[in-house]
């Protein structure tokens, strides 16, 4: 990040001809454990990644807003007081958005001049839109004096995507990028909106993101429909158990004694939802006694629930995932994220992650014909943000 913030430093000097006052940085995330299961109010195993997206800013007088994408060479005004929605494909919409929210939340932010550089990878699955939207948040919180509990400034990025962008996802992406712990997991609850714990990762092993580079474009996915059936499945349950509040409510069994209420593509979309808070519980006793074989069991159990009963998958996922459980090294892996393409992210013994990222891009270019894309991730800590 120092690398990056220097660039920053320079080019906010270069453009705007004074110094910036404030600093700010946030990762991307990696969803380890626990999928769709934020918007259910349930657990998620995630981590913040080393990878961040930083801003250089400075009050300016009037109302114009100025940002320049400094990896990209591209400048953005924004007009606080432009009502238009989003625009398809900018990455201004996130400012905009996150201005919006603010403002509905009764925070008074002027204008600004910015410069942003960003090393988490574009549509890889590690929520750059997430990172972008917390570092953002940060720089105008330094700015502004803002204030919000922890939980209200993951609600801020959520509002982004859910009010302005017209994608109903949970918190889990501004929660992680905002919390995440160097090296570690955090065991994230989505009801209390908190942190429960942060469990080292062990030693020995890489987090490897390899992505299809199959389009999920979410926005015009299956997504929104996905929650349609979780909150139907609830509505259903809740109906004969009222003090269900959520699917997170609903353990396997007693989704069993409900499922001949269900229609079956709800069922089956409750299914992977209780398995995957069930999954992740069991998640972070393997981890914290150092098992992980156990533990990467898990992560193939995940995506074979993706793929059976929540249909996220998609035949270049199922083949990396089918390729990683071949390979020497590799002791579990899923897809992560929303699904419908992405990635998948796999778990590998540190000594063969160099040859593993070789072996399963060409055993994927026998399977499919096509090329993925491999990067050994590491974790960083979440959200930080400094006057200087
Ligand atoms: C996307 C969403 C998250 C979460 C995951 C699936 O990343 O942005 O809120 O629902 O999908 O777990």
């Known amino acids: 990040m120092e690398a990056l913030q220097e660039e920053l430093l ?24 626990g999928n769709h299961t934020d918007y259910n109010e349930g657990f998620v195993l995630s981590a913040a990644t080393g990878q961040k997206t930083c801003f250089a800013a400075a009050k300016a007088p009037g109302r114009i807003c100025r940002v320049l994408d400094c990896v990209l060479k591209e400048e953005k005004e924004i007009d606080p007081d432009d009502p238009s929605g989003p625009v398809k494909g900018d ?8 201005v919006a929210e603010l403002s509905k939340r009764g925070a008074k932010v002027g204008a600004f001049d910015m410069t942003l550089a960003s090393s988490v990878p574009l549509s890889a699955g590690m929520s750059s839109s997430a990172a972008l939207e917390m570092a953002f948040c940060y720089a105008l919180k330094e700015l502004y004096n803002l204030s919000f509990t922890p939980g209200e400034w993951a609600r801020i990025g959520q509002g982004v995507e859910n009010n302005f962008m017209g994608l109903k996802t949970g918190l889990l992406d501004q929660f992680s990028s905002l919390y995440g712990k160097k090296d570690s997991l955090i065991l994230c609850d989505f009801r209390s909106v908190e942190v429960l714990e942060t469990v080292p990762m062990v030693p020995g ?69 209780v398995g995957e808070n069930e999954r992740v519980k069991q998640g972070v006793d393997l981890l914290k ?27 270049e996922l199922d083949a990396l995932v089918e390729i990683a459980k071949t390979l020497p090294g590799c002791v579990g892996a899923r897809l992560s994220g929303g699904g419908f393409g992405g990635i998948t992210i796999h778990l590998v013994k540190e000594e063969k992650v160099e040859e593993y990222c070789k072996r399963i891009g060409t055993a994927y270019r026998m399977m499919t ?6 990067v050994i991730c590491s974790i960083g800590d979440g959200a930080e943000s400094k006057r200087i």
């Open 10 to 33: 320079q080019s906010f000097r270069n453009r705007f001809q004074r110094a910036p006052e404030v600093l700010s940085a946030a990762p991307g995330r990696l969803e380890i454990l």
């Open 91 to 98: 990455w201004a919409n996130y400012l905009k958005g996150a």
């Open 205 to 273: 092993y890489r987090i490897v993101v390899v992505n299809t580079l199959v389009k999920h474009n979410l926005v015009e996915s299956d997504y929104n429909q996905r929650r349609k059936s979780c909150e139907n499945a609830c509505n259903t349950i809740r109906s004969f158990r009222p003090e269900v509040k959520a699917l997170r409510d609903v353990s396997s069994s007693m989704l069993e004694k409900y499922k001949s209420a269900l229609p079956v593509t709800d069922y089956r979309r409750a299914l992977h939802v």
């Open 289 to 315: 006694k150092g098992d992980m074989e156990g533990f990467g069991k898990l992560l193939f159990e995940s995506h074979e629930s993706s793929r059976n009963h929540f249909e996220n998958s998609c035949p």
């Open 369 to 374: 014909g096509k090329e993925c894309k491999s």
